[in-house]
T-cell receptor, first 113, second 112 residues
Framework: NAGVTQTPKFRVLKTGQSMTLLCAQD?????MYWYRQDPGMGLRLIHY???????AKGEVPDGYNVSRLKKQNFLLGLESAAPSQTSVYFC????????????FGSGTRLTVV | GESVGLHLPTLSVQEGDNSIINCAYS??????FIWYKQESGKGPQFIID?????DKRQGQRVTVLLNKTVKHLSLQIAATQPGDSAVYFC???????????FGQGTELSVKP
């Protein structure tokens, strides 16, 4: 039982480059979330999904896009990376609205230079 | 707006003492709250949760208190140990989409 797996764990991008972060869960969870965490701050919600084929904006969605083509995967894309997107990104999932708790991935540390 | 905030950014306690970490929330769209522990380089780890129909819940060495009147939560850790050193976050679960709204965190340091 792997839980929530994020790939890659680390990445350095140049300004303007694009990349996709992958979140995969094997718990058959309906809801999935992408957060970013900056130094000295709590996690802020970027985008989320309440089911396959659905996505919604969170608190800080600008500069990011997401897709949930398969229930077990939630992809976060950066089309044109900016230094302000340097952060640690966490993915989380839960069954429905928090029932049973949330499972977090171990994070992706992204640096944009 | 929606927010969950913490009173203190850092807390230092002596090993064996009790720790109390506080959290205030401003929105009424959460009826479920969770405390997380985050160690350096790791994701948030569930500690304890509480629903709005309760005012207290106890776990192993941890207790969460909820005061809905003043919109305040606290996490109490009994007999704090060095392994408890971490950043602690409270989070409210928003009724829409089950979104977790996090506070900024309190860094707990345990002195031996």
């Amino acid at each position: 039982n792997a839980g929530v797996t994020q790939t890659p764990k680390f990445r350095v991008l140049k300004t303007g480059q694009s990349m996709t972060l992958l979140c995969a869960q094997d718990m058959n969870h309906e809801y999935m979330y992408w957060y970013r965490q900056d130094p000295g701050m709590g996690l802020r919600l970027i985008h989320y999904s309440v089911g396959e084929g659905t996505t919604a904006k969170g608190e800080v969605p600008d500069g990011y896009n997401v897709s949930r083509l398969k229930k077990q995967n939630f992809l976060l894309g950066l089309e044109s990376a900016a230094p302000s997107q340097t952060s640690v990104y966490f993915c989380a999932s839960t069954q429905t609205g928090g029932v049973g708790g949330y499972t977090f991935g171990s994070g992706t540390r992204l640096t944009v230079v | 707006g929606e927010s969950v905030g913490l009173h203190l950014p850092t807390l230092s306690v002596q090993e064996g003492d009790n720790s109390i970490i506080n959290c205030a929330y401003s929105n009424s769209a959460s009826d479920y709250f969770i405390w997380y522990k985050q160690e350096s380089g790791k994701g948030p780890q569930f500690i304890i949760d509480i629903r709005s129909n309760m005012d207290k819940r106890q776990g192993q060495r941890v207790t969460v208190l909820l005061n809905k009147t003043v919109k305040h939560l606290s996490l109490q850790i009994a007999a704090t140990q060095p392994g408890d050193s971490a950043v602690y976050f409270c989070a409210g679960v928003h009724n829409q989409g089950g979104k977790l709204i996090f506070g900024q965190g309190t860094e707990l340091s345990v002195k031996p």
